[in-house]
């Protein structure tokens, strides 16, 4: 043998073990599955029968309930294969995932959670930390923008909401700037607020996420203001501003930034729970009230609260938010955590599954062949608009750093 030859397969079998190693050296790697295998275009069968062979158990990290119920009619479905839920705190589950990658001691198959700042898109899906599962057959009923930042399992939105016992004739505001009614723009204070408010923590993701989609929407939310009053809108924040480079920063004259500054100034109460958001706007102690918290909280009428969510705000109500399913890069059960998800979605044809355990007050199907049925409302009738995640993750430490500082200032 000449030692060119030699040397070639000498190269070859380096190679070889090389890719033994990496798992063909795709951007899923290691046991999450390669390039090599097309779980796309897999049915639930053959999903299912490499699952059995990988033998282990199917972790799911959730930010929700419901996942639980669905690892049960999982694992009642599947009694061979094992599943696991693990309630995760949704402030605290991406550092959780973000460790187990950096120590590799990956505990997790799959994540669910909302994210609702772009968060896990731009600092765990873009790194490879997880991956996002595009089964061909599921997809082709879900919208083509639904998929920008990830595989969505049920879409929803975090409302206002008014007291429908003294607002019996329906919503009592028209655009986010009723919100603020009462605002002088020559001391920048209230000295004749209108609203009572209560909210959940505005530095909250889902909250500052919604702040900084209105600041990224600057224009749609300054038209709405002349539109409404006849007159330009005046600037009372800039003197306000305390840029900092890396550490806080808001642009001048932005119709989103003024709305915010003048909401921060205002008399209010932040609550930890939904629950007592919507519990404070049913009592109304203290005149009209407004609370801020998630969708589902109105499922709190069945306990006699007369509470009800504001929709039709201009320029929108509020983003449509998902909850997104994840597999986790580095995971023992890759065909397993992909057949969960698939599972949690109802399938090929939305019924070979349990997608319906989603359906609730507050949530709307992202298929177009089935119809959730719990919430009051059309999800057009409310006026979302679509996130931009790539914008909103620049802004959304901004409007937390500026929450804290701006109400530092305020009076009330």
């Known amino acids: 043998m000449s030692k060119k030859t030699l040397s070639v397969l000498l190269i070859l079998a380096m190679l070889f073990s090389f890719v033994a190693c990496t798992g063909n050296g795709g951007s899923n790697g290691g046991k999450t599955g390669g ?160 609203w009572t408010i209560y909210t959940k923590d505005i530095t909250g993701p889902s909250y500052a996420a919604l702040w900084a989609q209105l600041i990224v929407d600057a224009d749609k939310v300054e038209a709405q203001y ?14 306000k501003l305390k840029n900092t480079a890396g550490i806080m920063e808001l642009p001048e004259n932005n119709a989103g930034v003024e709305l915010f500054y003048r909401f921060s100034q205002m008399k209010m109460t932040e609550l930890d729970d939904g629950d007592g958001v919507v519990e404070a706007v049913d009592k109304s102690l203290n005149g009209p009230t407004l609370g801020l918290t998630s969708a589902s909280k109105k499922a709190n009428q069945s306990q006699g609260y007369n509470v009800e969510w504001v929709t039709g705000l201009a320029p929108y109500t509020a983003f449509q938010a998902c909850s997104y399913l994840y597999v986790v890069d580095g995971c023992d059960n890759p065909a397993g ?47 979302l608009t679509s996130p931009d995640f790539d914008r909103i993750y620049s802004v959304y430490p901004n409007v937390k750093a500026y929450w804290t500082y701006w109400r530092s200032l305020a009076s009330n």
């Open 35 to 194: 390039d090599d295998i097309d779980y796309e275009s897999m049915s639930m069968d053959e999903l299912y029968e490499l699952a059995k062979e990988e033998g282990g158990t199917i972790t799911v990290y959730a930010t929700t309930t419901d996942a639980s119920t669905a690892a049960k009619k999982f694992a009642k479905t599947y009694p061979d294969l094992k599943v696991e839920y693990i309630g995760c705190d949704t402030n605290t589950v991406a550092s959780k995932i973000e460790m187990e990658n950096e120590t590799g001691n990956v505990n997790a198959d799959v994540l669910m959670v909302k994210d609702n700042s772009g968060e896990i898109y731009q600092e765990l899906v873009l790194y490879d930390v997880l991956h996002i599962f595009y089964p061909k057959a599921i997809c082709s009923h879900i919208d083509d923008a639904l998929l920008t930042y990830g595989l969505p399992l049920y879409s929803t939105f975090n409302p206002w909401y008014y007291n429908n016992e003294k607002y019996p004739d329906g919503v009592p505001i028209e655009s986010w700037w009723d919100i603020v009614e009462g605002y002088d723009e020559a001391t920048g204070t209230f000295p004749s607020q209108k």
């Open 226 to 239: 002349k539109k409404q009053f006849g007159k330009d809108l005046v600037y009372t924040y800039t003197g």
């Open 337 to 383: 955590a992909r057949l969960y998800i698939a599972y949690c979605l109802g399938g090929d044809d939305g019924q070979s599954g349990c997608y319906t355990s989603f359906d609730k007050m507050g949530a709307w199907s992202v298929r177009d062949d089935i119809t959730f049925e719990k919430s009051s409302a059309k999800m057009e009738d409310v006026n």
